[in-house]
């Protein structure tokens, strides 16, 4: 690979790296590392399926994780020098992924990557940018706030006993019934 310079500290040039099979070039300075589009589509390839959406999503905003300084900065492509494009990824607190729209490599800012691996999402990276799975994640978060403020309003015992009644009622062919008398 040809060593190019960092999009995060421009004045440090990115070495040669290999994370779990895949060639990476990587910053010694702010320890980001720049996954170019051909190295991470071969292997892809390679890798097992991803989990399902929502066990991902679910493990994402379970994960607590401390964003990298660099995150909220801007950055060029080290390889086309295209402004990065970002995605939110969101565990707590969240993280922007970032993608360069012309050639399609990725930025994982220090400590991304390893959180990516922990979720699931370091196979199927292209899968954060989209707006089906933004829009999942948005669902979750507000179902995930949901159940907590009923829990803070009812208490544990009484909230866990109306949580598993709504189960028994959408599940239940006259549920809807159920429902409407209460």
């Not at 995060?8 to 040669?16: C, H």
């Not at 028994?168 to 062919?173: M, T, V």
């Amino acid at each position: 690979m040809i060593a190019v310079q960092c999009p995060k500290d421009r004045g440090t040039l990115l070495t040669s790296q290999n994370l779990l099979g895949l060639q990476v070039k990587h910053c010694s300075v702010c320890q980001g590392n720049w996954i170019p589009p051909e190295m991470y589509r071969e292997w892809q390839q390679q890798q097992p399926a991803a989990a399902e959406s929502v066990e991902m999503i679910d493990r994402a905003l379970n994960t607590e994780y401390v964003p990298s300084s660099t995150d909220m900065k801007a950055a060029l492509c080290p390889d086309c020098h295209c402004y990065l494009a970002r995605a939110k990824v969101s565990v707590q607190p969240p993280f922007y992924l970032e993608r360069c729209p012309n050639c399609r490599g990725f930025w994982c800012d220090r400590g991304e990557w390893e959180v990516l691996q922990k979720i699931g999402l370091h196979v199927e990276l292209e899968r954060v940018f989209s707006t089906d799975w933004q829009n999942q994640v948005r669902e979750r978060e507000q179902a995930v706030q949901e159940r907590r403020a009923t829990i803070d309003k009812l208490g544990f015992d009484l909230a866990t006993r109306v949580f598993d009644l709504a189960e028994a009622l959408e599940q239940h062919p006259n549920g809807d019934f159920g429902v409407a008398y209460l």
